[in-house]
Nanobody, 115 residues
Framework: QVQLVESGGGLVQAGGSLRLSCLAS????????MGWYRQAPGKQREFIAT???????NYADSMKGRITISRDNAKNTVYLQMNSLKSEDTAVYYC?????????WGQGTQVTVSS
């Protein structure tokens, strides 16, 4: 059973930083591409970043330069380091993966940036 559990969200002032974590289980983590998405109130869920099993990364233009996605295969964990946070980064952040044609999501972690 695939499970993704995000953590690390919280309340931070504008200009601050947070590191989100996503602990995965139920599948062979080190061969799967992992992704981060976010959903702000009243908006659609949007792509933030992905990292392949080989460590190749891809970032959304909206956050490029302020975020870094990384993974620790020994810990079955993918991270999202976010810097220079802005009020518009306030959202629920989700990690995901695709296995056997099905997309799995975690429950999300709330990030609130105060201005």
């Amino acid at each position: 059973q695939v499970q993704l559990v995000e953590s690390g969200g919280g309340l931070v002032q504008a200009g601050g930083s947070l590191r989100l974590s996503c602990l995965a289980s139920g599948f062979i983590f080190n061969i799967n591409t992992m992704g981060w998405y976010r959903q702000a109130p009243g908006k659609q869920r949007e792509f933030i970043a992905t990292i392949t099993s080989g460590g190749r990364t891809n970032y959304a233009d909206s956050m490029k330069g302020r975020i870094t996605i990384s993974r620790d295969n020994a810990k079955n964990t993918v991270y999202l380091q976010m810097n220079s946070l802005k009020s518009e980064d306030t959202a629920v952040y989700y990690c995901n993966t695709i296995r056997a044609g099905y997309t799995y999501w975690g429950q999300g972690t709330q990030v609130t940036v105060s201005s």
